[in-house]
């Protein structure tokens, strides 16, 4: 089955504490983006990688790292200088240029 | 700059009765336009998309959508509302800058569905 897989479902994380949350897709493609969801907004873009080895900032990437040394990976880590972390978090990829399909989400929640 | 406006919050309908969810863009040139819809807890799924052609683009689960350019508008409509189609929907423009295609998302409108 081909698609977008995202784990965690739920993530909890500690004052202070950096967390990764994965991302993987077997369509292909090759571009992968994470975007942030706050109750009430739309999807906000953090990172976004069209070719392996390659990422660029989106509009709020402060407190938050990828890395892409595959091209079906695409792992988010959130680092403790993102002071307001609390968010549902989605990964997509596409073709370049053309249509995003989404993961199912991590939900991640501080302690 | 580019922007999307979807400006209901919140929508109620009858089952059975008639839907059209509103989405206005700013977008200089002729835009990618997407609308997605979510499910509590889960992903984005794609509904339908318009990138040319037929201004009358249909979708999946008896959803369809009409671009106006002179309104700059992308509306969502439904002749019949099932209760399962209670959920999220999101209207998107994909604006190419290079060679990305960057989405522009609005905030949303939450469906409820009355039996």
């Known amino acids: 089955d081909g698609g977008i897989t995202q784990s965690p479902k739920y993530l909890f994380r500690k004052e202070g504490q950096n967390v990764t949350l994965s991302c993987e897709q077997n369509l292909n493609h090759d571009a992968m983006y994470w975007y942030r969801q706050d109750p009430g907004q739309g999807l906000r873009l953090i990172y976004y990688s069209q070719i392996v080895n390659d990422f660029q900032k989106g509009d709020i990437a402060e407190g938050y790292s990828v890395s892409r040394e595959k091209k079906e990976s695409f792992p988010l880590t959130v680092t403790s200088a993102q002071k307001n972390p609390t968010a549902f978090y989605l990964c997509?990829?596409?073709?370049?240029?053309?249509?995003?399909?989404f993961g199912p989400g991590t939900r991640l929640l501080v302690l | 700059a580019q922007s999307v406006t979807q400006p209901d919050i919140h929508i109620t309908v009858s089952e059975g009765a008639s839907l059209e969810l509103r989405c206005n863009y700013s977008y200089g040139a002729t835009p990618y336009l997407f609308w997605y819809v979510q499910s509590p807890g889960q992903g984005l799924q794609l509904l339908l998309k318009?990138?040319?052609?037929?201004?009358l683009v249909q979708g999946i689960k008896g959803f369809e959508a009409e671009f106006k350019r002179s309104q700059s508008s992308f509306n969502l409509r439904k002749p019949s509302v099932h209760w399962s189609d209670a959920a999220e929907y999101f209207c998107?423009?994909?604006?190419?800058?290079?060679?990305?295609?960057?989405?522009?998302f609005g905030s949303g409108t939450k469906l409820n569905v009355k039996p």
């Open positions: 318009y990138f040319s052609g037929d201004t």
């Open positions: 997509a990829s596409s073709f370049t240029e053309e249509t995003q399909y």
């Open positions: 998107a423009v994909g604006a190419a800058l290079y060679n990305f295609n960057k989405f522009y």
